[in-house]
Each structure stands twice: as C-alpha cells, then as structure tokens.
C-alpha cells in the first residue's frame, strides 16, 4: 500500500508597517481562535518581510500568536516579549540626510526599466534616511537570548526561516536564511527587512547595504515557486481586494499604493499557482482600512486596528464556515472556484467581503473563498 506523502505547507506574512503588523496578529489570533488551526506549526516554511519579519522571527522563536495579541492590548507576562514600537520613533520620518539613497540603485533602474517598478525607483531618489531601526533588532535579540540562543544562530525547529530584504544597490531581493545568501545575524536580518527607504539608514552586511522588503514586494510569495509546497496560507497587510472610500489625502495616496501592491501580490500568486501550489490571501477589508488612516506607522491607530482585525477576521471566518458545504471536496479546488463563479486566475484570496477578483461578494459583504478549516 502507497503512503500519502505529508502536505507541505508555508506561511507569507507580508509587509505593513506597525499597523499591518497589529492587523496581521489580529487575523492570525482569530484564525486560531475560530478554527483552531495553528498556522505556525502546521507550516514547513515560514517567510517574512518587513513588519511580516519580526512576526515571523518571533513565531520562529517559539513566541506565541496569543502573547503577541495579549501584547498588542498591554498585557504582559513574564518572559514574553513587548511590542512597544514606540523606540522607533515618532509616527513621521526624521529629517533625511541630504544625498540620494542610492545612486546605483537608480542607474540600475534607469537601464532596466522593465524590472524596476515605481516604488524601487522612488527608493533610489529619497535622500537617506537618518531613523534608527534597532529597537527591532533589540526585540528579536531579546528573544533569541531567553531561548539561549546566539544572534548568529537561525537554527530552529520547523517551520524554517526566511527573511525577505532588498540589495540597496541592485534591487534584488535576498531571502535570508536561505543558504546561498549573505551570512548575517536574524537580527540584523530583521532589521534590514524593516529598514524603510528615506525614512530609516539601511542595514550594512557583507559589505552591502539592505532595505525593506516591502520596496519590491509586499510579500515576494513568487520567491516559493520552486519551494516544493502544496499549500500557501499569506497574509498581506499591505494589499486588499476591496477598498474603502477615505477623504484624506494621505489616505488616497496610500490607497494607490495599495492597489500597486494588490496587483503585484496577485501576479505572484498566480506565478506559485501555475507551479502547483494552493494559495489562500488574507488582506484587509474595508473597515479595516478605515481604522488604519493613511499612515501605517501610526502608534495612535495600533489599538484599534488590532481589535477591528481580530473582530473582522472572525466575522470572514463564521460566514466561510456556513458557506462552506459540510463535506468539501478538497482536491477539487477549479470545481470550488466556479460555484463561486471568481473571474479571473485569483479565486484562491479573500478579503473581508469581496471577491478575489477585486468585486464585492454580496451588498451584506459575506466573504468567498477562504478555506482554512484543516
């Protein structure tokens, strides 16, 4: 008799900043609380960029999603970690240095502008920045320390650990921890993955300077296309397949943004999709990004986002659940894509009540196609 080979599994946590960092908590408290699936250990492969990477360390160093929430709402227990991100620095950028980020980095682009997007090029134009990312690094150091473990070491029981940073000079992406990368400490690692372009210094390693992840892709899931994985659970901060209406003009700048890194996530997606792999997104709803504002750095907001993540995800879930027939047929997952009739190569997402393809679900904004029961 032929034994099933075990389903491999990976877990993306995108970019975001602070804020998509306590919306991504928020959503992974509530897909523990209302299926009782651990994503973490029920994953082989764990992937993090920028905000995505110091949750994801700290889930690689055995720091729970709860103690991450109980954190986010100010309640601490000893030996758990503080996410107090307020040692980074006011909720706006410092004053830059007055010199371009990088000018190597923008000839790269200027001579191949096929492979430069915007946001790389922008990267390249802003002066410097003077922020100091540390306190990032501190906090997975800290955690590292109360295992007994040395900075230098990413050793660690499954999931394995991959930290998404860009090449400052080149543009390229780095995953870190894979074995034909720089050799560098995972907090250095971290701290290079969150080292935002004009706002904070890039991380120098190996004699070559890093920056956020987030500046190529806001979650790089295209990276696992040759991975060996089944199944893809990402969860992505910084996109969402429905949108709300803000006045601000912050809020609609960063609402574009948004949609570019929409459609860039999607692309990907369906890159590790033609390679075999089922992907299932997790993205902020409307009211979730009524609550966020404009500005993802925020301190003010992180409360609020946090709760309005952890009550939405829950409501997506409860609705999937009483739409879900109760025994799906798991290996037919084209036959699942059109009873929701999904236009489109990007049935497998979902966004608090909208439809992968951007349009909403129903006026009551019933969520499709999350499956994340087992």
């Keep these: 008799m032929t034994r099933r080979r075990a389903v ?37 492969l764990l992937v993090g960029t920028s905000a995505g990477s110091v949750v994801a360390a700290l889930l690689s160093l055995g720091v729970g999603v709860e103690a991450m929430a109980d954190s986010e709402r100010g309640v601490y227990h000893a030996g758990d970690p503080v996410l107090d991100y ?55 150091a800290a955690a590292m320390d109360r295992r007994g473990l040395d900075p230098a070491d990413w050793a660690s029981p499954p999931p394995a650990l991959r930290v998404v940073a860009m090449d400052f000079d080149t543009g390229d992406r780095v995953l870190f921890g894979s074995p034909d990368v720089p050799d560098v400490s995972l907090p250095d690692a971290v701290m290079a993955s969150c080292a935002i ?18 500046t190529r892709s806001p979650t790089s899931v295209d990276l696992l ?61 409307p009211e979730d990004l009524a609550a966020m504002g404009g500005n993802l750095m925020d301190l003010t907001r992180r409360a609020e986002v946090f709760e309005t993540s952890l009550r939405t995800t829950a409501v ?18 084209a036959a699942r894509g059109a009873a929701r009739t999904t236009a489109g190569p990007a049935d497998k997402a979902l966004t608090h009540g909208a439809r992968s393809d951007g349009s909403r679900s129903d006026q009551s904004g019933n969520p499709v196609g999350l499956d994340l029961a087992g």
């Design 197 to 214: 372009p004009g706002w904070y210094a890039p991380i120098r390693a190996s004699g070559r300077r890093f920056v956020d992840g987030g």
């Design 316 to 333: 997506a879930l409860r609705a999937d659940a009483r739409s879900r027939p109760a025994t799906p047929n798991r290996a037919s997952r």
């Design 225 to 285: 296309a040759d991975a060996g994985l089944d199944e893809i659970v990402v969860v992505a901060p910084a996109c969402s397949l429905a949108t709300d209406r803000p006045r601000s003009a912050v809020a609609l700048v960063e609402r574009q943004v948004r949609r570019a890194a929409t459609r860039r996530l999607l692309r990907e997606v369906e890159q590790v999709e033609r390679a075999g792999m089922r992907v299932t997104v997790l993205c902020p709803g």
């Design 86 to 140: 307020r040692d980074l620095g006011a909720s706006l950028p410092p004053r830059p240095r007055l010199r371009m980020g990088s000018p190597r980095l923008l000839t790269a682009s200027a001579l191949h502008p096929r492979h430069a997007s915007p946001m790389v090029t922008l990267a390249a134009i802003l002066p410097q920045g003077r922020g100091k990312i540390s306190a990032v690094g501190d906090l997975v």
């Design 8 to 44: 491999r599994r990976g877990l993306v946590l995108g970019a975001g900043g602070v804020l998509g960092s306590a919306w991504m908590i928020g959503a992974l408290r509530a897909v523990e609380t209302e299926t009782g699936r651990d994503l973490v250990a029920s994953s082989d």
